[in-house]
């Protein structure tokens, strides 16, 4: 038994490549797969089981175009009634791989046809090794259960029963394989390490800790970070099973005038997806900005519009097919071409640009005590902005700027501030959207801020448990009212 | 905390660089540091410590590396008496890396002065939650006591303490990251997973059921597999402090009058690492092969010269550099040159030449019916001997070849077998160093002999206990002298 | 005005990238042509025109590539009646790209449809500046007419007024720009150097220093070397468009196993492209050999049968691969299957092999003087035969063995050998497939046997041209008759 | 023979490799030598030989690390006064490489000591076939003598017969291989393409042209563009024998607080590379500009003060490596350190920032019809002024800036224009540098407001020649004056 990790970051996914010696497993293979098929001829293995623990909300999988490219076969749950060629699982079924073991455990939470593959090295013991676990058992942290806001409750009480009756009745020493690390808007506050054992968790777990069904099902259900508009949408495609990256649409490359007379056909959108300092110097107006070195798919696939063709700036060639892989990766499939040259081509096109203002921490203490007045508009997260804020600072999340702007008034100073820099870019790109002119951004945002000592200024609600992120909204807000 | 896990082939050698957000420690470097650095400057992070669990005796650590090119302090046992600057450590000492806390074991018994590191994440808990344990423990096994023959029942003894006493003391689900993985000489018998936790080797590991320290001891000093000669040259150059990479002398490239004219100076020996097809059909008189798609840096180490410059044959310059790159894995410093062009070059200029028989599993069955007399001799370990054999087969070790080629005899026709093709290759390279010049190899080895269904040929020993490397001489000759 | 020039090596083509500000030609485009594609971005011009100078016979050509993945515009003689979408051209058309005049002419000879292709930059003046000549006009020699038998001496003529009535009415400083430079068969003595002038080639070019049409034909279609069987199949290739790579076939990995039971279905060859050192010592009865390193791509257009699925082996993945591109560059695109593992794998699982014997210079010298009769077979073309080669030695071209091998008796020794030992190897293979078991191979061929100082048991003809290959064969056996 | 030529861009630099079947030689080496050493290696040749044709002025050449990593030898003019062992070279010297002879010109003019080599090919003939010309002669040019101002009519002079009495006495079908492509400001207009003929040149270069010394002395002492600061600095440098590139300090990383702690230290620059639309975003205050994607070494050579210590700001870590690469090229080789990532760590340590404001072609046309008054500055070069610019425009070339600054105004509002908006912004850098705060770049210079249709509000004089550079100032005034 030889167990293989991989990792992609932003979207923090860890897949995993169980091989015996001529056969392996891929467990929920991300959409480039090359990486495993690689990996498996310089191992001397072949690719035969293709196990997907659940239909992944975050991300594309791979498993058609792994399943199309090495013949293995999809096994999932049953219950998940996908609509490709799988072999349909239930609970107690099992999987035989040269001398390992992989029973199936139904461990619905985070999502109803959850299943966690408990691992069985029989060359060594009748004892379970290890167990891959999905998004039900984090490191730190617990697969989210509201992401179908309607079943939310219910799926939390799943999900403490698939935890307490299912993956911790596994002995202490089990080795734990989720899926996601640090990062993953799957969980809530997950641990940089990428792996962990039962007994680590069941003892130094929070989310593990509570006693009684419901005070975990309250803090599952409450105050959660919001869930990005794709991850309904990745599900969906999971179970109909995503189209092969093969036969996706090459990314065209477009000259400035090209470029331009294809912006203006209906259904277009634009994407810029260089860094903010480029971004406020200069960009083509109308686009959405998402910096490609940012949490950049979360955010693509959360924001960007479904319905229409996207056309691209970044800040070269390889930089351009970067974007395309990363938008792939969450179901942007519609990248249909670049500017060629970038916009260093188009400023000499002599076409229409707009920009925006960067202001550094300084600068924004000035203006803070300065003669115009403003809107300084925090686009975090609630929980982000209850943590700490700069007083006066209102709070509208970035993604509902898209339907929220009207709360603002376009004749107003705005200034956007995030934590670095990247999200208020976005915001930034949403406003100027709908006619916004005089938009600023906070470039470093309020780490930058309060790294240049202007933190006096700011509202700071220390969170008593230390992890800012595992407490609770409601905690924050009695701790803020009782200041 | 974030772990991330490194391994070269062959070796088997697994190293750890354990990170923070700021700063990281490399765990038991190999040579080639660029890995390390390349990899801490994606994660952002500053190498700052260099952990050594002991001297090594398989292969030369990268220490001085690492620490020449990032600034990092080396950590090592103040029992290892190193002679380069280092922070000396014993039990109860313990490190800080920001949030993460390095807690010292001393746990003799595979070295001397071997240490465990207990790695506590703060963030998370005060308890361990996994500990580096270098060649103490390994999944499956434990680490060898016998490699200092005067010392082995003293080593061997302190291991039974040192896995009782100190590790088998921690948690169930403590992870353990041991130093080797299967394929090593470290250990007898490990298991191709490169990590496990206390409680599933605590509980499934064999070496760990002994109750009583004598049994462990005897198990462990008997019947062991032979330790290459440079086991104790590296414990030994690491305790130095290799020289540093950059300072090796280059590998010169040579044509073949230049390469025959440098053969002949004195305190000169040839290596040819092309595959045992190649070097079968023709080679240069009086070179050492060794595969380099075998085991090559371990034999490299074990039975080629020190005290002598090499020179290279090769299948092209490419490969040439990895050869040397492996060699010096294991202290082979001297490759001065390799002979450009390769062996067709060779050819061209008309240089004189040697040839070996290759057999295939038909050839060698044929010629155990056939009327020529011949010597079959199995280069193999003598536990795999002992296992399985070609009756009539004799057994000299490959390494051993190199002082009891006068066991045999010139006249006869030799054929050589292992277990695949390589080391009868070796073994063939030695005797025609000493003026063999009827020897014959098999393709393919005792693995395609008993492939093409010769098997009733052969005497077997079916070890009870299934693993066949676990299972202790004496055991295998009781079955043996009981059929 | 920008030229780049692209080369590959043992078809010995050349390409040619031609780039205005925006727009660039390609001219006689390889197969593989990504190359192109990549170049064209980083220098930020766009792909437009695909010109043929003809169709080539030595390989298959990348214009049908091309002309899908960039939608260029393919240019060809009218008179080539391609069978794709194509612009259509006759003497005086003209091509404008930017401010460059490509003016045509018809420059019939090499094949009956060749154009020449005259550049007029006319930023810097309305006179030549070079032209690419294809086949026309090599550096130190003239394209081949004897490539379509019934017409050699017609299209000799036709050469020698497309050179003097055409080319050479270009001024002398006119750069040629040829297709194909040393190596190539499409000549028979070209020059290392890639290009030349029009003045140093009408000065130094022999091939154009005859005076007389009828003279030339002569030396042109009197024992010119043999054309390989691929040129006539090329040129259809090339006629009707090739296959799209991307549609051929992708080249299945095999196991032993799976490898033999392949082996077994009817239309079945094997191919190995290993060195002829690992040959010699063991190959799978049956095969063909075809050293990767050698003259791979003409030998294996020449012999391999195109009426077959080709099975290959090679030294590994990555060169399995490369044989497969270096194959479909000569319209060998049936390679569907390689062995996995090797040669190693097969010897590890048992299987049937053969090998034959490599004869040192010294070995030959030997058997030339020792007891046992044989027969020294020599299986260079009758050019080479006729320079230089050994006393005794019988001449058959290696690819004419495929049916010439019943000229030879299976009861004798034969001993192969060519220049270097890559074409008696192949030959080897050859007789091996037709039941010949007493085979040797001179590894180093003639030039490692009078490297050897065996020079005085050769018969050798001193080319009084100094070119060995320039001179006419009744030349050479004037000289050899004289002596 | 067979010839390689390497080109690198921006300075736009041709190095070639002259090999025979076992040697060869280097001419006029880049500073990264190991793109010989590969490629020699491929070949399967050794470097030899290394032929300097004079001692450069626009870049630090590589002979003396190739020297120290082939042990070739170094030729060069005796004239060149070299401190370093080499082999001194006068007319008539011949160096023979195998069956090649180069013999040496001495050809004056570019400057004092520059050598020509003429190729003769002895396998084809003993008349010349090519001809390394340095910088003595271009495609559409030849080399600029006036970058010795006192010897400027001198050298000119000596060019003159340089060319006439001894390039021009070659045979038109001779090949030219000069040092340098379009783009280098060792000419004024070369052509795109690298090569040419002696007849092609002679019949249609222009400066070839003039049957009187006097009137080619003239054309090019008078109004030639200006000759960057390094120009001198280089030849020394080349002269005195460049130190070795692995002798050079590295770069080191650091983060923030280190950088701006070094940033303190007296004798330190600062040096932004990112692209202009970053910069005018937001950059550290006092910094220099030098896009990496513009003429980076020529300017960084130009204007970058020697004697101090250099820090970088890159888009990222290869970035930085680049920008160092290139401006080692032109001996600016004491960079010593990098932000370590970038300016969004900058922000986010909340240090202090500046920016300045991007316009595009119709903010400009707007600031030009608009109310509030500001200086139009053209920093391009006399000749690009003379020939087009927008009326109002004053002209104050870009290095000149460094020291002319204050002709100019802090109070007004500056704007400034090139023809791309890379120049410009770096002049923005310097005028920051010296206290000016109110200052724009226009992005896309004057390409992009031409491109938008503004050009009548251009003063543009046609230059009747066509190509504008070669078109001396004082016809260009004349004309101008006409209007």
């Not at 007379?261 to 259904?267: D, F, K, P, V």
Request: hydrophobic share 40%; glycine share 8%.
């Amino acid at each position: 038994m030889l167990l293989k990790h991989f990792f992609i970051g932003k979207i923090a996914h860890s897949s995993y490549l169980l091989a015996g010696k001529n056969c392996c497993a891929v467990i929920d293979p991300q959409r480039n797969v090359d990486v495993y098929i690689t990996e498996a001829r310089k191992m001397g293995v072949e690719i035969t089981h293709i196990l997907q623990t659940h239909l992944h909300a975050d991300f594309v999988s791979g498993h058609m175009d792994l399943a199309e490219k090495t013949g293995a076969r999809i096994y999932i749950a049953k219950s998940a009634q996908c609509s490709f060629d799988h072999v349909a699982l239930t609970e107690g079924d099992s999987i035989e791989l040269e001398d390992m073991l992989l029973q199936v455990l139904e461990t619905p939470g985070h999502t109803p046809e959850h299943l966690s593959y408990v691992v069985i090295d029989k060359a060594r013991s009748d004892s379970p090794i290890g167990v891959f676990v999905g998004d039900t058992l984090f490191v730190g942290d617990v697969g989210r259960p509201d992401l179908f806001p309607d079943m939310a409750e219910e799926l939390a009480e799943k999900l403490y029963h698939s935890l307490h009756d299912k993956l911790l009745k596994l002995p202490d020493y089990v080795e734990v394989y989720p899926a996601h690390g640090a990062g993953s808007l799957c969980g809530r506050a997950m641990g940089a390490k990428w792996r962990s054992t039962i007994g680590y968790e069941r003892n130094f777990n929070s989310a593990l800790q509570f006693k009684d069904p419901s005070a975990f099902i309250k803090s599952l259900t409450e105050d959660m970070p919001p869930a990005p508009d794709h991850f309904s949408r990745c599900s969906d495609i999971n179970r109909q099973g995503p189209a092969l990256i093969d036969d996706l649409p090459t990314m065209e490359e477009l000259g400035p005038s090209q470029f331009k007379e294809r912006m203006s056909a209906a259904n277009i959108a634009l994407l810029d997806t260089r860094g903010y300092h480029a971004f406020a110097g200069q960009h083509i107006p109308g686009v959405w900005h998402l910096d490609l070195n940012g949490n950049f798919p979360t955010f693509a696939g959360w924001v960007l519009p479904t319905d229409k063709d996207i056309l691209l700036i970044a800040d070269d060639y390889r930089k351009a097919l970067e974007s395309n892989t990363w938008a792939r990766r969450v179901g942007v499939d519609r990248i249909v071409g670049y500017l060629d040259g970038g916009m260093v081509a188009w400023a000499m096109a002599g076409f229409e640009t707009s920009h925006i203002n960067l202001t550094s921490a300084e600068d924004l203490h000035d203006m803070t005590t300065g003669a115009t007045s403003f809107v300084l508009l925090d686009v975090r997260a609630p929980l982000e902005y209850a943590d700490t804020h700069i007083k006066g600072a209102i709070n509208i999340p970035v993604a509902e700027l898209r339907t929220r702007h009207n709360e603002l008034n376009k004749d107003k100073r705005i200034v956007l501030i995030c934590s670095s820099g990247n999200r208020s870019t976005l915001g930034a790109s949403i406003l100027k959207q709908h006619g916004f002119n005089n938009v600023y951004n906070v470039a470093g945002g309020l780490t930058g801020y309060r790294a240049a000592g202007y933190s006096r200024e700011c509202r700071i609600c220390v969170n008593p448990h230390g992890s800012r992120f595992f407490t609770n909204f409601s905690e924050v807000k009695r701790h803020w009212d009782a200041e």
